[in-house]
């Protein structure tokens, strides 16, 4: 009984395994005994719809609408200006402390320091493969730049730096302000005192002592 057993399951173990090849090319799909997402109707990227009027899969942006969380009213926190300047101060919502700053020392090591280098003199590793080498950021120039100049490069990029908006959110990229600050006044104190840092708090060389020393 046990062998019949074995038996006809092996018959239908290889009837289920020959029916489902078919052993020769086809144009038709292949069979599904179980529908599921590989076989649903859908359309594609760049397909045609006798649906719409253009005939167009792909749908534009309506005009004059914009999705929620994306109004950015607040030009300061999402672009570094103020009455379309370039602002010197940290926005009100970006409060520093040694938490924001090893934050931003966590994003710059990710997406700065490839090219920048660990402690921002431009000899990252890429950086130093590169025809022209990425800025010094402890350089008189940029100590004298002000936080909104920074975040705008880091956001829109300049010159052969690529925009970071996409790939780091808005907040991590103050932070990273924070943490430039931070490797300017390390990397070179007296320039860095010298220089316009407003927007920073009194203490703020004590964070920079906990963070890098």
């Known amino acids: 009984m046990l062998k019949s ?5 092996m018959c239908m ?4 395994v020959t029916n489902a090849c078919r052993g020769y090319t ?5 069979i599904h005994l ?3 997402m590989d076989t649903q109707p859908k359309y594609k990227p760049y397909g045609e719809s006798s649906w719409f009027i253009n005939n167009m899969t792909m749908r534009s942006h309506l005009e004059n609408v914009i999705s929620r969380g994306n109004l950015k009213e607040n030009t300061h926190l999402f672009f570094g200006k103020v009455n379309g300047e370039v602002c010197d101060l940290f926005p009100d919502s970006i409060e520093i402390n040694e938490k924001l700053l090893l934050r931003g020392q966590e994003r710059y090591s990710i997406s700065c320091s490839q090219c920048h280098g660990k402690l921002g003199d431009g000899k990252g590793l890429v950086g130093l493969r590169m025809p022209i080498r990425p800025s010094n950021l402890y350089t008189e120039y940029l100590c004298d730049k002000s936080n909104g100049h920074i975040f705008d490069v880091i956001t829109n990029g300049i010159r052969l730096m690529p925009a970071h908006k996409i790939q780091i959110e808005v907040n991590d ?3 990273i302000v924070a943490y430039i600050r931070a490797l300017q006044l390390y990397n070179n104190p007296e320039l860095y005192n010298n220089s316009n840092n407003n927007g ?3 203490n703020f060389s004590n964070f920079v002592k906990n963070i890098l020393n």
């Open 5 to 9: 057993l074995t038996t006809l399951t």
């Open 13 to 16: 173990f290889l009837l289920i």
């Open 26 to 30: 086809s144009k038709k799909p292949p």
């Open 34 to 36: 179980i529908t599921n």
């Open 173 to 175: 990229r103050w932070a």
């Open 200 to 202: 920073l708090p009194y």
